[in-house]
């Protein structure tokens, strides 16, 4: 059984910058896929970035692309999510996820994640 808790979240203005962590604990942190979700008031909860476990490909939606950053310390058990340039559209609460160890499914297909973090929210203000 794989617990995540994240933390980091807060308020900032457009513009601003917040760097999300994930602190993992069970099982083999290296061995699974992680990603950063995220769910806005009335909005389906969607992948804002997400790490595969064999070789580091990265996944980025699109609306992040070149402002969000996605990286893992194996040796931390640890996730990270760095958010550059936030933008009121990035209002939202962020989950934190693993697959299961060693899964071969799409590393950022949603469907695939079976651990979730309680969520941290982030308030972009214009």
Do not use: H
Request: net charge neutral; with cysteine; hydrophobic share 35%.
């Amino acid at each position: 059984q794989v617990q995540l808790v994240e933390s980091g979240g807060g308020l900032v203005q457009a513009g601003g910058s917040l760097r999300l962590s994930c602190a993992a604990s069970g099982g083999t942190f290296g061995s699974y896929a992680m990603g950063w979700f995220r769910q806005a008031p009335g909005k389906e909860r969607s992948v804002v970035a997400a790490i595969d476990w064999l070789g580091g490909s990265i996944y980025y939606t699109d609306s992040v692309q070149g402002r969000f950053t996605i990286a893992r310390d194996n040796a931390k058990n640890t996730l990270y999510l760095q958010m550059n340039t936030l933008e009121p559209e990035d209002t939202a609460v962020y989950y934190c996820a693993a697959q299961r160890p060693r899964n071969f499914g799409t590393y950022y297909a949603i469907q695939e994640y079976v651990y979730w973090g309680q969520g941290t929210r982030v308030t972009v203000s214009s």
